[in-house]
């Protein structure tokens, strides 16, 4: 059973860069699935950042394009958000999750415990 | 971008009732690309129904869901305690992936 945990510094300063990570476990980062970034600021609803494929692919919303990369550490199985020049409006739980798309089945089936990251000095 | 409208923003319903929630696109979406989540106070989302009708593993059979084009909906047939939660729908359709703004389901 797949399970995702992410880890990272809770609090960033302002101009600063957010760095997380997602560790995949009981099952292979390799495996035909997109991996994404979900965040939710206090409050409020479900924001897609971004996603990478296997095959080092990657996605981004449009919002948050200039400012965000996400890549993968095959050796250590698991994914990583980069979000620079972070401001007090990217305070949020961060999620990642695996994107399931295959024949008739579209879903993130599989997240994260999310981690609270605040945006402070 | 797909904006996908959610209501009503709160549903206030009794245990053992039936709850509607609906889900409306600004744009059409294929069926197969819509997807709906329960999200519990300080957990994580949980994959409920894709392709607009389909339940995930482990979901009972009171959640089901249905619509095309523009227009979806969830039903929960008879809400047990722990289904009292937000409830968003989500699109695959078109990058970039956006959700609605959810539907708060309390107890009435």
């Known amino acids: 059973q797949v399970q995702l945990q992410e880890s990272g510094p809770g609090l960033v300063k302002p101009s600063g860069t957010l760095s997380l990570s997602c560790a995949v476990s009981?099952?292979?980062?390799?495996?035909?699935?997109?991996w994404s970034w979900v965040r939710q600021p206090p409050g409020k609803g479900l924001e897609w950042i971004g996603e990478?494929?296997?095959?080092?692919?990657?996605n981004y919303s449009p919002s948050l394009m200039s400012r965000a990369t996400i890549s993968l550490d095959k050796s250590k199985n698991q994914f990583s958000l980069q979000l620079s020049s972070v401001t007090a409006a990217d305070t949020a739980v961060y999620f990642c999750?695996?994107?399931?798309?295959?024949?008739?089945?579209?879903?993130?089936?599989?997240w994260g415990q999310g981690i609270t990251v605040t945006v402070s000095s | 971008e797909i904006v996908l409208t959610q209501s009503p923003g709160t549903l206030s319903v009794s245990p053992g009732e039936r709850a509607t929630l609906s889900c409306r696109a600004s744009?059409?979406?294929?069926?197969?690309?819509l997807a709906w989540y329960q999200q519990k106070p300080g957990q994580a989302p949980r994959l409920l129904i894709y392709?607009?009708?389909s339940r995930a593993t482990g979901i009972p059979d009171r959640f089901s869901g249905s619509g095309s084009g523009t227009d979806f909906t969830l039903t929960i047939s008879r809400l047990e305690p722990e289904d009292f939660a937000v409830y968003y729908c989500?699109?695959?359709?078109?990058?970039?992936?956006?959700f609605g703004q959810g539907t708060k389901v309390e107890i009435k």
């Open positions: 999750a695996r994107d399931s798309r295959v024949t008739l089945f579209y879903g993130m089936d599989v």
């Open positions: 009981g099952g292979s980062i390799s495996s035909s699935n997109w």
């Open positions: 990478i494929y296997h095959s080092g692919n990657t």
């Open positions: 744009l059409s979406v294929i069926s197969t690309y």
């Open positions: 392709g607009a009708s």
């Open positions: 989500q699109q695959y359709n078109n990058s970039p992936w956006t």
